[in-house]
């Protein structure tokens, strides 16, 4: 009876101590379980939440011209107004040489002022309309002249006749047919009067000889001059040119990407898009240079493939990119701010002109191809924060594995305790 007994005090014993084992097993496995959790959700983060790297964001015409006496009276066969060309003299001061040009009046039916008057600048043409059928004009007059030999002298066979002179009274009538059309008949600023536009433009001929109109220049092809030469369609597209010009001006602008001015690309940072505008002018030629990081590097980039560094800066075509792009290697920028400076150096061949005006005279204007240079440039500055990404990165994973192999050492230990005990 005692043995019985004691037999079942002990099976109870165990029983409470295998229950007893089994729960704090059961504690020992969810804590685990649970480090085990927090060590992959860790591991996880790393890969969800990995810092990155963070950047911080970035010409000249003479003073006063002479004018000189008429030299030429011309008339388009339908008009029944002759045109008078003169020519103007500039130069001559300090040494200077002096030389002459046509000069184009301004102001339609105001008078002749007189040989030997002297006219000073007024401002610069600021009409973006008239430099744009300034320019083609000259595109034109060469053309004309060009075709005067081919031609036969246009039919004229007095050796008086010019190729030049046709070309100035179309240059100067074009000039009144744009004025009239944008200004009208009596506006103040550039009278224009009875100026007739369509006689003008469907003259075939044009004669001069001072009274009796000897010389005749005819159009090939009894074309009209304003047709054949395309000037009636340069006066059209003159008058959709809006806003003022008061130089060549240039514009350089930056595409932003994200939210900076640099990404990354390889092994190397880039800015966004650098777009090139010009305004007034066609260049001649265009140089580069980059300051700040020796080894930075200029890219062009077509409209279409991919972009490729230009090594030789100092001649670069425009016209064969669509954009351009800086690129730093990322070893060139260290933990202190890097600056990078882009200039753009253009050489121009401009058309310019100014009023020239004097009392009792005529308004004109004198023009020249004139060298002009300009430089534009744009300041980047780049910050390479240190990738604490890794560090951060290994830290989340040795403390991760630390407490995943810390719970299953835990886990390890108490199953073999437990086993111990109840073997015995």
């Keep these: 009876m005692e043995k019985i007994y004691m037999e079942n005090n002990q099976n109870q014993k165990q ?6 084992t089994f729960n704090m097993l059961n504690v ?9 959790f927090i060590a992959i959700a860790s591991i996880l983060l790393v890969v969800a939440f990995k810092p990155s790297y963070s950047y911080e964001s970035l010409e000249t015409l003479p003073e006063s011209v002479k004018a000189l006496s008429v030299d030429k009276h011309l008339k388009g066969n339908n008009a029944s107004v002759a045109t008078f060309l003169f020519k103007l003299q500039y130069g001559g001061a300090s040494g200077e040489s002096s030389g002459t040009a046509r000069g184009i009046c301004l102001e339609y039916g105001v008078g002749y ?19 744009y059928l300034i320019q083609r004009l000259d595109e034109i007059g060469a053309r004309i002249e060009n075709d ?12 008086a006749c010019s190729g030049e002179d046709i070309a100035a009274w179309v240059r100067q009538n074009a000039v009144w047919a744009y004025q009239a059309e944008k200004l009208g008949p009596s506006n103040p600023e550039m009278y224009v009067g009875d100026f007739d536009y369509e006689a003008i433009k469907s003259s075939t001929s044009v004669s001069s000889n001072d009274g009796d109109y000897a010389e005749v220049y005819n159009c090939p092809g009894g074309d009209s001059w304003f047709n054949h030469y395309g000037v ?53 030629s265009v140089a580069a240079s980059l300051n700040g990081i020796d080894n930075a590097k200029l890219y062009g980039c077509p409209s279409s493939g991919d972009c490729n560094e230009i090594k030789d800066l100092t001649n670069i075509s425009l016209a064969s990119y669509d954009h351009f792009r800086i690129y730093v290697p990322k070893d060139a920028v260290s933990t202190e701010k890097k600056n990078v400076t882009l200039v753009f150096n253009y050489k121009f061949d401009v058309i310019s002109g100014y009023y020239y005006k004097a009392n009792g005279h005529q308004t004109v204007t004198m023009l020249g191809t004139l060298p002009k240079e300009v430089s534009k440039g744009l300041d980047f500055s780049i910050v390479k924060v240190p990738d604490t990404a890794t560090d951060i990165s290994g830290t989340i994973y040795i403390v991760g594995l630390i407490v995943l192999l810390s719970g299953l050492g835990i886990l390890y230990i108490n199953v073999r305790k437990q086993k111990t005990q109840t073997q015995q």
């Design 15 to 20: 029983t409470r101590q295998t229950k007893k």
């Design 28 to 36: 020992t496995v969810g804590l685990s379980f649970a480090i085990a």
């Design 113 to 131: 002022g007189g040989n030997g008057a002297t006219l000073n600048q007024d401002g610069s043409i600021n009409d973006a309309g008239l430099i």
């Design 148 to 159: 005067y030999s081919s031609n036969n002298k246009f039919g004229c066979t007095s050796n």
């Design 232 to 284: 009636s369609a340069a006066v059209s597209e003159a008058l959709t040119k809006e806003g003022t010009l008061d130089d060549v001006s240039i514009n350089l602008s930056v595409a932003n990407e994200g939210n900076s001015q640099w990404t990354e690309s390889g092994d190397f940072y880039r800015t966004g898009k650098i777009n090139v505008e010009t305004l007034g002018a066609s260049s001649s």
